[in-house]
Nanobody, 122 residues
Framework: VQLVESGGGLVQAGGSLRLSCTSS????????VGWFRQVPGKEYEFLAVIGSSGLPTFHADSVQGRFTISRDKAKNTVYLQMNSLRPEDAAVYYC????????????????WGQGTQVTVSS
């Protein structure tokens, strides 16, 4: 399963971005997908996960109420809508797929995209 993220960029604090994770693989629409982020020198941070059917969804406390994960099965795409962005949200954002075990953990995901950079100016 090959994953490609897009939608990152530079945004002012308080602004919004929508990240996309797409795959050409036919199995993508039938597997759970998660989003993580990483700041250089720090551990990967779990953000959200979505089930194969679009439910259930779960968001980390740190982004609950500001970020929303969703998926469009017809477009083979999973989104991360990010609102009210803060400077501390700046990171490289990754989507990952098909977790086994604890989906909060990076190691549960065998498939990863290359990441997309999000920069938030204050």
């Amino acid at each position: 399963v090959q994953l490609v993220e897009s939608g990152g960029g530079l945004v002012q604090a308080g602004g919004s971005l929508r990240l996309s994770c797409t795959s050409s693989g036919r199995t993508f629409s039938s597997i759970p997908v998660g989003w993580f982020r990483q700041v250089p020198g720090k551990e990967y941070e779990f953000l959200a996960v979505i089930g194969s059917s679009g439910l259930p969804t779960f968001h980390a406390d740190s982004v609950q109420g500001r970020f929303t994960i969703s998926r469009d099965k017809a477009k083979n795409t999973v989104y991360l809508q990010m609102n009210s962005l803060r400077p501390e949200d700046a990171a490289v954002y990754y989507c990952a797929a098909d977790p086994e075990g604890n989906w909060r953990h990076r190691d549960a995901y065998p498939y990863w995209g290359q990441g997309t950079q999000v920069t938030v100016s204050s």
